[in-house]
Structures are given as C-alpha cells and as structure tokens.
C-alpha cells in the first residue's frame, strides 16, 4: 500500500500556458500479490486498487476508484531473465519506469516484454518494451497543463499528447493508445538496497523520460 506524491513544475510553452509549479497527493492505493517459482517459469499476479484520493483538477486523480490487474511470467537462464507482462485496467498505471504526465479513466489492456542480464554481481542491466491499447471513451486528465478549459474532444491521440494542451481530454481510445521501451542499469549497494537509473521513450507520444530510484526491502 502507498501514497504518492507529486511536484509538477510545468514549462511556458504558449501564451495561454503560464507555467507554474503544483504539487499534491495522489490516489492512495494497496494491492495484493501471488507469487509462484516453478523450474519450467516464474508466475506472478497483482491487484492494485485505488482510491480517489488525489486533486482532480491536477491531474492527480480522475475521480474515480481504480482497478489494475497484472500478470508477469519470467525464466532466468544462467544470468540472463526474460520477462513478460499481461494486464487489464480501467487506467494507465504509472510504473516505476514512467511517471505518465497525465491520469486516464477508461478501460485499457497493457503489456510489456524484456530481458535482464546480469553482468557484474551487484549490477544488472535491463531492457523492455510496452504497448498500452485502450478500448471504448478514455479521459485524460493531464498533470502538466493547468492553464486551459477542460471539457476538449478529440478524436486522435496519435503524435503529441492531448496532455500538453488540454487540462481534461474526452475521446475515442487513440487518446490513451501508447508504446514506447525502456533500458536501464539496476545496482544492488546491499542485499536489502537497490538503485535503479535509467531511460524511457514514448514513440507515441514523442516523450523522453530520464528516471532513476532507490528501494529499500524491509524483509
């Protein structure tokens, strides 16, 4: 279970956007995990659920509670581990890979695929990539445009972002469709401590993402 939390400093890029830095929670969540090892492939399942308690009006939130479903699939072999996973949501999640400039409402299949090879014993190096495909009317709720009237229809989510102009975008599924990869190099400094740093790039979205994070187990 977690809160997160964010601090958006937004860009001027056009005269009606001003700019500006905003900050706040967003939707609390908790999720429950099931973890099976066998020697033929790892399996893994993950229900995350959220609550609406984030700002609307930032983008933090849709307004709604949320449900996303994951299923992972992977197989060392020696020091190399592909990986696969398969998800269901009525939201585009946020991972530890992208923190998506926006929150979106609507029903969407994700799915991403990779490999991780170790190459030193304290360091490994990652790549993958992803698809998310939507389904039905989207809203994007965008955490990066604060200056403009919601309410905007679109019908093509293709190129840019609706994000970058519209505060609030209703829309077919082109809206929310998205895919990109990702590479990164995952340092482990002690055996309940780990640095990640690395980059992502939304080719649908003409995005790049610079991310980098610690995580601390404490069990």
Do not use: C
């Amino acid at each position: 279970m977690g809160l997160p939390v964010y601090f958006v400093n937004q860009s001027a890029t056009t005269s009606t956007t001003a700019g500006g830095f905003v900050n706040g929670i967003g939707n609390a969540y908790a999720g429950v995990r099931f973890g099976m090892n066998n020697p033929a492939v790892n399996f893994a399942s993950n229900l995350v659920v959220t609550a609406p308690t984030g700002d609307k009006d930032k983008g933090f939130s849709t307004g709604r509670a949320t449900a996303d479903w994951t299923n992972s699939f992977s197989r060392r072999f020696s020091s190399v581990m592909p990986f696969a996973d398969i998800g269901v949501a009525n939201t585009i999640s946020d991972t530890s890979f992208f923190v998506r400039p926006f929150t979106s409402l609507g029903l969407v299949g994700h799915f991403d695929g990779g490999v991780v090879m170790t190459v030193a014993p304290l360091i490994d190096l990652g790549a993958s990539a992803y698809s998310v495909r939507a389904s039905g009317q989207q809203r994007i709720f965008s955490k990066v445009a604060h200056q403009n009237s919601a309410g905007t229809t679109t019908q093509s989510g293709k190129g840019k972002g609706v994000f970058e102009t519209n505060t609030e975008t209703v829309g077919t599924a082109d809206i929310a469709n998205d895919g990109g990869f990702s590479t990164w190099v995952s340092v482990k400094t002690h055996s309940r401590v780990g640095f990640d740093v690395g980059y992502t790039r939304s080719v649908t979205y003409e995005l790049n993402t610079l991310f980098f994070g610690t995580s601390v187990r404490f069990k």
